[in-house]
């Protein structure tokens, strides 16, 4: 692949009250879109393991269930403002930094940001980053090439 990537931050968000599995990956989407429109980091492909939030936000179709309609809306507008080229679903076993991640937000009980100086306490995350990104890469020239 002659595409490039690399992680520039990594998020892990807590979420004290009871939310479902979709909400907390809106919420974790528009924490990353946020953050990557502080940095200005374009182009941006977005790779996710929920293929429905991905499939929603790819043909701009709203959720069926009310509660999402508003994140789905506010991240909707966050991917058009900062430009996002692309959605992409990917499987959640190559997504293992992601997991990781969430497991140290969960048994934390608290919210992580790091930029990728700052590595020092997240190698169970980190160790996966090779793994997913050539993973990620392939999807994306695969994605492109179509």
């Known amino acids: ?13 807590f979420f004290e009250a009871a939310v479902t599995n979709n909400n907390t990956e809106y919420r ?3 924490l990353g879109l946020e953050k990557a ?18 499939t929603q936000l790819a043909s701009r179709r709203p959720p069926r269930a009310a509660h999402l309609r508003g994140l789905h809306a506010t991240v ?7 430009g ?10 190559y997504n293992k930094m992601a997991d990781a991640a969430a497991n140290i937000a969960i048994n934390t009980s608290a919210s992580h ?30 994605h492109i090439s179509i």
């Not at 429109?37 to 991905?54: D, E, K």
């Not at 909707?76 to 900062?82: H, V």
Request: net charge positive.
């Open 28 to 30: 974790a989407l528009k």
């Open 113 to 142: 940001q790091v930029a990728m100086v700052d590595l020092s306490n997240w190698f169970q995350v980190t160790r996966h980053c090779e793994s997913d990104l050539a993973q990620w890469d392939q999807a994306l020239s695969v």
């Open 37 to 54: 429109s502080q940095a200005c980091l374009t182009p941006l492909h977005v790779i996710g393991n929920r293929n429905m939030i991905i």
């Open 84 to 93: 996002v080229c692309s959605w992409q679903h990917h499987y959640r076993r």
């Open 76 to 82: 909707r507008r966050l991917a058009d403002e900062i």
């Open 1 to 13: 692949s002659t595409a490039s990537s690399n992680v520039t931050w990594i998020g892990a968000k």
